[in-house]
Structure formats: C-alpha cells, structure tokens
C-alpha cells in the first residue's frame, strides 16, 4: 500500500498550488485523507482532513479560507489546493490515510512534497 503526494514547488506569496496525494494499491474510498506539513527546524504540523463518509473536511486555523480538500475517488486521488500561500505555508507537505475515517489515526503515510513560498 502507498500513498504518493506530489504537486509541490516554489510560488510567490499570494500564488497557489494543488497538491495530490494518490494512492496504490488500496481504495481511498474508504479512508480519511490528511495532509499534514513539517517546516525546517519545526514539529509535524496537521493541516486538514477529509473524511470519506461524507466527504466533509476539517482545517486548523491557520489554513482556514485558503486551502481546500477535495477528492476524486474514481482517479484515488485527494487534492489540497492552496491558495494566496504565505511564507509560513512553506514546508514539506504529507498526506496519510486514516482506516477509521475519524482523521484521527494514520495507518498509511505518503512520502513528502516540498512546497516553498518566497519572493
């Protein structure tokens, strides 16, 4: 079982980047996503969830009215587009999968995708 995050790059700050989190060898379908990033010299940080009982999504604060969560089960692919991205956005960004569907524990992780927001 993988998960393949990718979509990441450099932008200006106020740009926007769609990330991907495809998976293999399992069905998404039945799985929360959540993208989660680490900034250099800094924790894990959770970022979103989208949950796949009815497809709604949580956020933290910080992300809140920028990035969105979607999926496309038929391509098994989860997407966080991130738009008008600001400097404290850069990080290596990671999606991983959760079997409950709660977003609360990840039994697949993907590997990272490193997004960069700088002038």
């Known amino acids: 079982f993988q998960l393949q995050a990718s979509g990441g790059g450099l932008v200006q700050p106020g740009g926007s980047l769609r990330l991907s989190c495809a998976a293999s060898g399992f069905t998404l379908d039945y799985y929360a996503i959540a993208w989660f990033r680490q900034a250099p010299g800094k924790e894990r940080e959770w970022v979103s969830c989208?949950?796949?009982?009815?497809?709604?999504?949580i956020y933290t604060d910080s992300v809140k009215g920028r990035f969105t969560s979607s999926r496309d089960n038929a391509k098994n692919t989860v997407y966080l587009q991130m738009n008008s991205l600001k400097p404290e956005d850069t990080a290596v960004y990671y999606c991983a999968a959760d079997s409950t569907s709660m977003c609360e524990v990840y039994d697949y992780w993907g590997q990272g995708t490193l997004v960069t927001v700088s002038s």
């Open positions: 989208i949950r796949s009982s009815d497809g709604s999504t």
